[in-house]
C-alpha cells in the first residue's frame, strides 16, 4: 500500500465515513421530527409563549415563528432523513441549530436564574437551562460535522 493514500481513498475509511454521514442525517432527522411533532400537538399559543418568553421578537413576529417553525422543522427533518440535497439539507440544519443556540446562550447569560424563559425545543414546559445548552450545542457540533462530510463526500465523487 502506497504511503501517499488518503482519505478519500481508502476503501475503510470511505465506508466509515458514509456510515458517520448517514448516521448523523438520521439522527438529526429524527430529532427535528420529533421536535415539530411535539410543538404541533399542542395548541400553536403554547409554544408562541415560549417563543415570546425570550423577549427578542415583536409580536407579529411571535405568530410567525411559533406558527411556521414546526413546519420547517418537520420538512428538514424529512429531507435529512430521506438524504436528498445533503449539502443544503445539513447547512440549513447546521443554521437554525446556530441560531437556536446563540440565542438560548444569550439569554441564559444575560439572566442564569431566571426560570421564566422556556425553551419550547421539545414542546411546552421545558426551562431554558444548562442542559438544553448541552444538547443544542451537541446537536450543532453534528450538523457542522454533517455539512463538513456531505461538502467532502461530494468532492470525492467529483
Not at 414542546?123 to 460535522?145: C, N, Q
Request: some cysteine.
Amino acid at each position: 500500500m502506497a504511503v501517499s493514500a488518503t482519505f478519500a481513498t481508502h476503501p475503510s475509511r470511505v465506508n466509515w465515513l458514509r456510515w458517520a454521514l448517514r448516521a448523523a442525517r438520521l439522527i438529526l432527522g429524527a430529532i427535528f421530527v420529533y421536535s415539530a411533532y411535539a410543538k404541533l400537538r399542542d395548541p400553536w399559543m403554547l409554544f408562541a409563549m415560549a417563543v415570546n418568553s425570550y423577549q427578542i421578537l415583536p409580536e407579529w413576529a411571535v405568530t410567525i415563528v411559533a406558527r411556521g417553525l414546526p413546519w420547517f422543522e418537520l420538512a428538514l427533518g424529512l429531507i435529512l432523513v430521506s438524504g436528498w440535497k445533503l449539502r443544503w439539507s445539513a447547512s440549513a440544519a447546521a443554521g437554525l441549530l446556530g441560531t437556536f443556540l446563540t440565542v438560548n446562550l444569550f439569554t441564559y447569560i444575560k439572566n442564569p436564574h431566571s426560570g421564566a424563559v422556556t425553551c419550547g425545543c421539545f414542546g411546552a414546559g421545558e426551562k431554558l437551562g444548562p442542559l438544553t445548552l448541552l444538547i443544542d450545542g451537541s446537536m450543532f457540533a453534528v450538523a457542522l460535522a454533517l455539512v463538513i462530510g456531505a461538502f467532502l463526500a461530494a468532492r470525492r465523487r467529483a
